[in-house]
Structures are given as structure tokens and as C-alpha cells.
């Protein structure tokens, strides 16, 4: 039987979701639970990643104060002054633990209008306006022209856009690994619904160490 869904690493690239100050910090105002703990896991595997030379795509959110381009569900709030991942303000940056420099910062008018802003060799951040990374983006333009066709996905809050990304990548035929260490709110039944769907299940010790060199500066 032919094996469909076997990660390819030689084709791969990784994508981190909302790994942002405000969703992850402990004083932040829309801080998802268990994130910052799992900042060292990502922090490995996205180091790991970044030294093979793989394409690395920051997947993030940006609300606009005026709350014009929030979720329903958050809409609201914003509206009413809640100040979450605001064009450049600190709490919309990537947490510095997986920043390629410590002074790179995120160029809010580029991610808005689309464009991916290259931040270091290979690595990229993508701005998506609702929980899907795929959506509203031109993310699978890009992966299909560098000949991508494996995900290795990690971040923050499996149940909304983690997860959202990962069933919208299998929509469209990519192979899936989801780091289990590396992604804040994920529980037994979620890693039920993943291999249910042909995701591999990994932990950052598996892709935290370097990766083959035949996977490098593609």
C-alpha cells in the first residue's frame, strides 16, 4: 500500500502560529495558558529548523485598534479599547526567544497588505486575517513554489488557529507533523483528531536535534 501522509523533510518547512507577546506573556491581556511554557520546546525545534537551513513562516495576528479586521468574537472588545496585537506595539511582536535577532520587529504595514516580510535566511512572518493560516493568504502560493509538501506545524492554542491551519493544510494535500511539546492547549482527544487525519504526531526532542544535511539551503 502506498504511504501517502510519511512526513518529507527534504521538502518541508515550518510554520509557528501566534507565538506573540500578547498571547503569551503572563501579564499579557489575551494570554493563552501553558504557552509560555512551551516557548523552550519551539524555541529547540525552531532553532533546529533554522541551522538546516528550512523555511520557517511566523504565521501572526493583527488587530487594527478600530477593531475593522477582528474576529467576530473578539470584535467587541477590541472596539471597546482592548488593546491586543496592535500594529506596531510590543504585545504583536514575536516573543524574543524566537526572533533570528533580537532586534528584528515586525513591519505592520507590509503583513497588512499581504506581503511576507523576510526577517532572516529562509524566514519569514505572515500576517492571516481569521484562524486559518491558509486563509486570505498567499501562503500556499509560496510553499508550492519552493516545492514544499511537508507542514511541521507549532505555536499557541491548538483548538482555534492551530489546529484550523493544520485541517485547511490538509485540504489541500500536504503532509502534517505537529510538534506535541510545542503547541500551548492541546489534550488527548486533539492528538486522537490529528492522527485521525494523517498528522504525525512528534515532541521537540524528536526534531529538536539537527536535521539530516541533505536538508540544508534550499
Known sequence: MKDYTTPDLNHSALISIDVQNDFVLDDAPARIPGTLEAVPAMKKVVQSFRDSGIPIIHVIRLYMPDGSNVDLCRRAAVESGARIAIPESEGAELVTSLKPNIDTRL???LLLSGGLQEIGDNEFVLFKPRWGAFYQTGLEGFLRGRDINTLVFLGCNY???PRTSI???S???FKIMLVTDAISQLYPRGEDEMSNIGVTLYSSE???QPLPASICNR
Open 107 to 109: 513591519n505592520a504595514p
Open 159 to 161: 483548538p482555534n488557529c
Open 167 to 169: 485541517y485547511e493544510a
Open 171 to 173: 485540504e489541500r494535500d
Open 206 to 208: 524528536n526534531l529538536g
